[in-house]
């Protein structure tokens, strides 16, 4: 039986791997934070079936406890400060948890069991603005965040352990990948959650940001099977997990409100720009300045070719149905939630 261990478990992307290994017959392991109360997050249906150490990224000494105590053959490290828009207000903290964290997680394998495989959780916002589209592992960086800024000194330092102390470690940037189990801050279950809400007569309209910011969007579940996958490789390397698909957040709340029986038609432009029910004639998406970037990734598309062709991977869950599942998921929330 192997062991895994998963930093950031009760997170989406961690719940989903959780229950990848888990159907895999592993002996899963997860590393979570000391809270004032227990919160198991998006792992509580699996909390019998896996174990939690407490520990801390920034905290090399519990990271090595944690590699001592599960005895992992395969670290996945999702752990983050993964919101864009609060790394402008925590910058150091997010370099501490995404970049230094990642360097203490390393060297944790490294002194406990350097024969250990380790996945690291990169991002496409290290691409930031754009060298080249689409973007694939050849592609240049320009991070436009202090989050994108963090993530690539986390990428760029696993290749260097990959190839100082040939470690199998491996980098997965991932572009956007979405769930029912998304946090109610971003900007996709922003938008399910409100349209679930304003279908029930229970909230007006939604605020949003740049509705011309255009995304590469996948579902969680697809993208945690790469994950597994580049581990099982012959050799470590990194690769571009993405669907080579972009659409604008406009076209995202598009078909979220479809879902729910509610045509929008769009007036105004920039910051004026506002959605309006068709059938209704009551606005329901407006536009607020204060959700835009200070420094905005207009455009991301990411090429998947080489995941497809070296490790097999193939996406499963189209945009449409990713974003149905998202509106039926919260649709029902709110319904039991609201006791309606």
């Known amino acids: 039986m192997k062991r895994a261990l998963i930093t950031g478990i009760t997170g989406q992307d961690g719940s989903y791997l959780a229950e990848l290994l888990l159907e895999k017959g592993y002996d899963v392991y997860g590393i979570w934070r000391r809270k004032a109360y227990v919160d198991y997050g998006n792992i509580e249906h699996l909390k019998d079936k896996v174990k939690l150490i407490y520990a801390d990224m920034t905290d090399p000494v519990s990271l090595m406890s944690a590699m001592k105590i599960s005895l992992a053959d395969e670290v996945f490290n999702l752990a983050a400060q993964s919101f864009v828009a609060t790394s402008w207000d925590t910058p150091l903290g997010t370099a501490d948890i995404d970049g230094i964290g990642v360097t203490n997680m390393l060297e944790a394998i490294r002194i406990v069991n350097p024969e250990a495989r380790f996945y690291q959780a990169s991002t496409s916002e290290m691409f930031g603005k754009v060298q080249a589209i689409p973007q694939n592992e050849e592609t240049p960086f320009y991070p436009r965040s202090p989050y994108g800024v963090a993530k690539l000194y986390g990428h760029w330092i696993t290749k260097n352990y990959r190839e100082s102390y040939d470690m199998f470690a491996c980098s997965g940037i991932l572009f956007n990948h979405e769930s029912e189990r998304r946090g109610l801050e971003f900007v996709t279950r922003k938008i399910t959650n409100s349209a679930a809400k304003i279908s029930l007569g229970l909230q007006d309209h939604v605020e949003l940001g740049n509705l011309s910011a255009k995304r590469d969007w996948g579902h969680s579940k697809d993208y945690v099977k790469a994950m597994w996958l580049m581990l099982q490789a012959?050799?470590?390397?990194?690769?571009?997990?993405?669907?080579?698909?972009?659409?604008?957040?406009?076209?995202?709340?598009?078909?979220?409100?479809?879902?729910?029986?509610?045509?929008?038609?769009?007036?105004?432009?920039?910051?004026?720009?506002?959605?309006?029910?068709?059938?209704?004639?009551?606005?329901?998406?407006?536009?607020?300045?204060?959700?835009?970037?200070?420094?905005?990734?207009?455009?991301?598309?990411?090429?998947?070719?080489?995941?497809?062709?070296?490790?097999?991977?193939?996406r499963e869950i189209s945009f449409d149905e990713l974003v149905e599942r998202m509106v039926k998921n919260d649709i029902a929330l709110v319904k039991k939630e609201n006791n309606l």
């Open 234 to 314: 012959d050799e470590p390397d990194d690769y571009v997990v993405a669907t080579n698909e972009t659409r604008t957040v406009r076209e995202f709340a598009e078909r979220a409100f479809a879902h729910v029986g509610m045509d929008i038609v769009w007036e105004g432009e920039g910051v004026d720009e506002k959605g309006i029910d068709k059938k209704s004639g009551k606005t329901v998406v407006t536009v607020n300045p204060k959700f835009f970037r200070p420094a905005e990734v207009e455009l991301l598309i990411g090429d998947p070719t080489k995941a497809e062709t070296k490790l097999g991977w193939k």
